[in-house]
């Protein structure tokens, strides 16, 4: 059932849904949290652009052209006293650190680019720009700045970080809390809302396609006459008319191979009756012929006059078996049941087939249980198939071999197992020994056959409602065995 649940198209796609839905919202939580940072620093940014040019004001940090201790001082306690986030770099012109305000005194850096700097002054501040953090080399920060000119001279600039160090610690903790929050509450709520229209829709979309499989289904197990009717357009409307079409050329081929085999059928039928009549008046005519001979005729005569006869015969037997075989193929054959022995029956078999089997020095044994009960079958069928089986077996059993009858009881049935020391049957043949006409080639001293045999006696095994079986080794022997019901 498990196997069944995850083979299943639906699920399969669902599955796939599901992981790129949470791969997408893994993707806009990112992108939510640099935004939402984004945003943050530019409001930060665009609220105290202007602090630096106040600094510079209020407070003037060069004095006669040179940077006034006081004045930085005063700087600190104004920046302790009413914005302690910030840090205060003093830069000459170069951009050298000149001096600074800022906790702890940790910079690393003794220049930051100017590009940013001029850029923002440029630009009154109001394109948002980051610039170098002097106490983190390679991250950027927000910030403010304005240029110190003195007689028309650039003295340097005010450069101020807007976020120190541990403010934007203790804020991006919080940041990212709310942020984290506020996405997760987001996205819990999109992506039930993503997977509940997500698995309607492939639900929609795999509804048509489960009702196709299930028609080509119905079709493979032999229902003909299954459609696939779909009110929906697109491809799939078109694999249902191509199905429809196909099924219908497969069903048109299929009457025409079923009027050829009933053709093929009424023909064999036909010809092997028309054929009887015929070969019976030459088989009699050469038998009278044969025994009319007189010693005046020559040896020549009789010799053909016996050729003649002997192919009459095998023609009259071919005939004969192509007669029974198109009967049993075209269930013309009612059974005819009766209980009676199945020992009493191959007893009777063999001694049928005791002259050639002793002309080969070939023993018929019989293996029988305690009180085998009578069996319940067409006594003249089961006759024909034991004698088709006999006759096979010592036609491929070697001189001085043994052929063997045994017979189990098995539930509501007794098996016949009808097994020789013959040459054995190639195992490419196994599968193809119960057709019409086949003859292996195994053993090329036998009598040749017509390779009707076995298929009659599959048919007949088959109006038992019984299955023949055969095993068989080279050079060991062959062994064929059938179910007959039970007289109850």
């Given at each position: 059932m498990?196997?069944?649940?995850?083979?299943?198209?639906?699920?399969?796609?669902?599955?796939?849904?599901?992981?790129?839905?949470?791969?997408?919202?893994?993707?806009?939580?990112y992108?939510?949290v640099r935004?939402?940072s984004?945003?943050?620093?530019?409001?930060?940014?665009?609220l105290?652009?202007?602090?630096?040019?106040?600094?510079?004001k209020?407070?003037?940090?060069?004095?006669?052209?040179?940077?006034?201790?006081?004045?930085?001082?005063?700087?600190?306690?104004?920046?302790?006293?009413?914005?302690p986030?910030?840090e205060?770099?003093?830069?000459?012109?170069?951009?050298?650190?000149?001096?600074?305000?800022?906790?702890y005194k940790?910079v690393?850096?003794?220049?930051?680019?100017?590009?940013?700097?001029?850029?923002?002054?440029?630009n009154?501040?109001?394109?948002?720009?980051?610039?170098?953090?002097?106490?983190?080399?390679?991250?950027q920060?927000?910030?403010?700045?304005?240029?110190?000119?003195?007689?028309?001279?650039?003295?340097?600039y005010?450069y101020?970080?807007?976020?120190?160090?541990?403010?934007?610690t203790?804020?991006?903790?919080?940041f990212?809390?709310?942020i984290?929050?506020?996405?997760t509450?987001?996205?819990i709520?999109?992506?039930?809302?993503?997977?509940i229209v997500?698995?309607l829709?492939?639900?929609?979309?795999t509804?048509?396609?489960?009702m196709?499989?299930?028609?080509?289904n119905?079709?493979?197990?032999?229902?003909?006459n299954?459609?696939?009717n779909?009110?929906?357009?697109?491809?799939?409307?078109?694999?249902?008319?191509?199905f429809?079409?196909?099924?219908?050329?497969?069903?048109?081929?299929?009457?025409?191979?079923?009027?050829?085999?009933?053709?093929?059928?009424?023909?064999?039928?036909?010809v092997s009756h028309?054929?009887?009549t015929?070969i019976?008046?030459?088989?009699?005519?050469?038998?009278?012929?044969?025994?009319?001979?007189?010693e005046?005729?020559?040896e020549e005569q009789?010799?053909?006059l016996?050729?003649i006869?002997?192919?009459?015969?095998?023609?009259?037997?071919?005939?004969?078996?192509?007669?029974?075989?198109?009967?049993?193929?075209?269930?013309?054959?009612?059974l005819n049941?009766?209980?009676?022995s199945?020992?009493e029956?191959?007893q009777?078999?063999?001694?049928?087939?005791?002259?050639?089997?002793?002309?080969?020095?070939?023993?018929?044994?019989t293996?029988?249980p305690?009180?085998?009960p009578?069996?319940?079958?067409?006594?003249?069928?089961?006759?024909?198939?034991i004698?088709?089986?006999?006759?096979?077996?010592i036609?491929?059993t070697?001189?001085?071999?043994?052929?063997?009858?045994e017979?189990?009881?098995?539930?509501?049935?007794?098996?016949?197992?009808?097994?020789?020391?013959?040459c054995g049957?190639p195992?490419?043949?196994?599968?193809?020994?119960?057709d019409?006409?086949?003859?292996?080639?195994?053993?090329?001293?036998a009598?040749?056959?017509?390779g009707?045999?076995?298929?009659?006696?599959?048919?007949?095994v088959?109006l038992?409602?019984?299955?023949?079986s055969?095993?068989?080794?080279?050079?060991?022997g062959?062994?064929?065995?059938?179910?007959?019901?039970?007289y109850?």
């Amino acid at each position: 059932m498990k196997n069944r649940i995850f083979s299943s198209l639906y699920w399969r796609i669902s599955a796939v849904f599901l992981l790129v839905l949470i791969l997408l919202c893994g993707i806009f939580m990112y992108i939510s949290v640099r935004s939402a940072s984004k945003y943050s620093q530019e409001v930060n940014q665009k609220l105290n652009g202007d602090i630096a040019t106040h600094i510079e004001k209020e407070v003037g940090p060069f004095l006669d052209k040179e940077i006034s201790e006081e004045k930085v001082k005063d700087i600190m306690h104004a920046m302790m006293a009413v914005n302690p986030s910030i840090e205060v770099y003093l830069l000459n012109t170069k951009g050298d650190i000149l001096k600074y305000v800022a906790p702890y005194k940790k910079v690393k850096l003794t220049r930051v680019s100017l590009d940013p700097i001029i850029d923002f002054i440029d630009n009154n501040g109001e394109v948002f720009t980051l610039g170098d953090d002097p106490r983190n080399p390679g991250r950027q920060k927000v910030f403010s700045a304005t240029r110190v000119v003195d007689d028309n001279q650039l003295l340097g600039y005010v450069y101020v970080v807007l976020a120190s160090e541990e403010y934007e610690t203790a804020s991006q903790t919080l940041f990212n809390s709310y942020i984290l929050r506020l996405s997760t509450s987001s996205m819990i709520i999109a992506f039930l809302a993503a997977v509940i229209v997500g698995l309607l829709a492939i639900w929609v979309i795999t509804k048509n396609l489960n009702m196709v499989i299930q028609t080509v289904n119905k079709f493979k197990n032999g229902d003909l006459n299954a459609r696939i009717n779909l009110k929906s357009r697109g491809e799939l409307r078109m694999l249902g008319d191509t199905f429809n079409e196909m099924a219908d050329t497969t069903v048109k081929n299929i009457e025409g191979l079923k009027g050829l085999e009933r053709l093929r059928r009424e023909l064999l039928a036909n010809v092997s009756h028309d054929l009887r009549t015929p070969i019976t008046s030459i088989y009699g005519y050469a038998e009278t012929l044969l025994l009319k001979i007189n010693e005046n005729d020559s040896e020549e005569q009789q010799r053909y006059l016996n050729i003649i006869l002997q192919n009459t015969e095998k023609l009259k037997n071919l005939v004969d078996e192509l007669f029974e075989f198109s009967k049993l193929e075209a269930k013309q054959v009612k059974l005819n049941p009766e209980p009676f022995s199945i020992v009493e029956l191959v007893q009777d078999v063999t001694a049928k087939y005791k002259i050639l089997a002793d002309k080969k020095n070939i023993e018929i044994a019989t293996i029988l249980p305690d009180d085998l009960p009578l069996i319940y079958a067409d006594i003249a069928l089961v006759d024909r198939a034991i004698q088709n089986l006999v006759d096979n077996a010592i036609k491929y059993t070697k001189e001085g071999g043994k052929i063997s009858f045994e017979f189990m009881k098995v539930e509501k049935a007794i098996q016949v197992n009808i097994k020789d020391t013959g040459c054995g049957i190639p195992e490419d043949d196994l599968p193809l020994i119960f057709d019409r006409y086949h003859k292996g080639t195994n053993n090329k001293e036998a009598a040749p056959g017509f390779g009707l045999g076995l298929a009659i006696v599959k048919k007949i095994v088959e109006l038992h409602h019984s299955i023949i079986s055969v095993k068989s080794k080279i050079n060991e022997g062959t062994t064929f065995s059938f179910n007959l019901p039970l007289y109850v």
